[in-house]
């Protein structure tokens, strides 16, 4: 396979990608050239570690700007980043303050080895769950795919019964030095890529990466009083750090489904509950069925108005990691009947005929105020 394809093109995206974009396009394409998919086809395997080459590039936002400016020149010797600044994704320039002031304040890194291991990515994953199970808590089984850490290999990366060696470009440091003038400048090595171990003998499940894609199930504890955007971390279940590298965290963040009845507002429940105008001129009482599923009643004071709030204490959602509960707070909707018998409107109209309008003070005082302003009106 030509060495001269574009990045961008070898991922099948735009040059505007973002990390995600990048990400998703080369799980799909590894997946699809990976050796083990493809057996004997050299093809597939050389496409397989071009799309490799592409992604360790692009997904470093350093290293990226050095392509989209200089392409694959940027990390050549001779090319614009050779023995300078775009050699490591401009790493160069703050490396100079490190090498400069790093070892007066005794933190230079000339005399000791980097470290080979680096730490996998933390991954996400969105879980919606109900509101019942955000009161009451649940075990919430989840399935992700995952880079996750060879078992051929153990995760070096090295066939079994080899192992790793000391990079002869750097000296098993990780980084090599040019001579920029006055300045000594440092950038990541070309040659083991920061890594300062180099792998003869590669393993053949993984290809020297030291890590495959896998399906991992996975069992989540939800705890109750979870909200939206409630964030669970479950540690190490991220991706596996290249060749041995600590694995990543996965996050778990919760959404809630919307309820038919109940609305949340952090750990105090809404319902709006209608009600007969005969009950809330009367009064009585009404049960509401809770999420704690048990019977609530509520008592309805005598002369309700429509839009009033009853507050039932402890009814609510509880709180997270803590002890005890929010409120359930119900509104009350007065129903005016639309369907009379006879006998219902002959009683209702003997009611009106007996109205004085003490019954209902506020329409009796608007009213009052509307003559009022009749009268001025025409005086």
């Known amino acids: 396979m030509s060495t001269d394809i574009d990045y961008y093109e070898l991922l099948e995206v735009e040059r ?10 080369f799980r799909r394409l590894a997946m699809q050239y ?29 290293k990226r700007a050095a392509y989209d400016r200089f392409g694959k020149a940027a990390f050549q010797n001779g090319g614009p980043g050779a023995g300078g600044f775009g050699g490591g994704g401009f790493e160069g320039f703050s490396d100079i303050f490190e090498n400069i002031f790093g070892e007066f304040m005794g933190g230079g890194r000339s005399g000791g080895q980097r470290s080979s291991v680096r730490r996998g990515a933390d991954l996400r994953y969105d879980l919606e769950i109900s509101l019942e199970d955000a009161y009451a808590g649940k075990q919430a089984s989840i399935t992700v795919d995952v880079a996750a850490q ?41 040659s083991c890529h920061g890594a300062g171990q180099v792998i003869s003998d590669p393993c053949d499940a993984c290809h020297g990466e030291g890590r495959i894609e896998k399906t ?21 279940e991220g991706e596996a750090g290249a060749r041995g590298g600590p694995p990543g965290d996965l996050y778990i963040f919760i959404h ?13 429940l809404f319902a709006r509950a209608p009600i007969s105008f005969t009950t809330a001129a009367l009064g009585g009482t009404i049960e509401v069925p809770g999420l704690d599923k048990k019977r609530h009643e509520i008592r309805i004071p005598a002369g309700i108005q429509s839009g009033k709030q009853i507050r039932q204490r402890g009814a609510g959602m509880p709180v997270l990691n803590g002890r005890g509960h929010g409120d359930l707070v119900i509104q009350i909707d007065v129903e005016t009947p639309t369907r009379l018998s006879a006998r219902q409107k002959e009683l209702l109209e003997e009611f009106r005929s007996t109205e004085t309008g003490e019954e209902c003070p506020q329409s009796s005082g608007f009213f009052a105020r509307l003559k009022g302003m009749w009268e001025d009106l025409t005086e």
């Open 216 to 236: 991992k199930t996975l069992d989540v504890g939800v705890p109750a009083g979870v909200d939206e955007g409630t964030r669970i971390r479950l540690t190490g």
């Open 34 to 62: 990976h050796p083990d998919r493809n057996p004997g086809d050299h093809t597939a395997e050389a496409k397989f570690k071009a799309i490799n080459e592409a992604y360790d590039c692009l997904k470093d936002p350093q």
């Open 256 to 268: 809630l489904r919307q309820h038919e009845i109940f609305e949340r507002d952090g750990t105090t």
């Open 150 to 190: 060879c078992d051929s290999c153990d995760g070096s990366g090295a066939k079994p019964g080899t192992g790793t060696q000391h990079c002869k470009t750097c000296g098993g440091h990780g980084k090599v030095r040019a001579q920029q003038g006055f300045f000594v400048v440092e950038r990541t090595c070309p």
């Open 16 to 25: 505007t990608a973002d990390d995600k974009v990048l990400k998703s396009a």
